[in-house]
């Protein structure tokens, strides 16, 4: 996932974590038939359409800290998004 770091001049650093897809829908308009024969009309046309479907995950940082969070666009939260296990915090172990 890119980040792009910026410092404001008050000394809080912004994080943006930026989580998106390009997506594209292409639409064909169909062909005349005539019998069992297929015809191409010349009004046979193809249109695409291309979008981003992003969320800024913007973090405001101070002192090393997380003052603010600001998630920012088509965001949500579930599995998809979390970290790998590795990087997830161990249980305690049970006594």
Do not use: W
């Not at 062909?31 to 009309?41: C, L, P, Q």
């Not at 603010?68 to 970290?83: I, L, S």
């Amino acid at each position: 996932m890119p980040m792009y770091r910026a410092q404001t001049d008050s000394g809080i650093e912004t994080r943006n974590y930026v989580n998106g897809e390009k997506v594209e829908q292409c639409f064909t308009s169909a062909g005349a038939r005539r019998g069992d024969k297929k015809y191409v009309s010349h009004t046979v046309f193809t249109t695409c359409s291309q979008s981003s479907i992003v969320c800024n995950n913007i973090f405001y940082i101070q002192a090393g800290k997380v003052i603010r969070y600001a998630p920012t666009g088509a965001c949500y939260t579930d599995d998809t998004v979390r970290p790998k296990a590795g990087y997830l915090p161990t249980e305690p172990s049970a006594r």
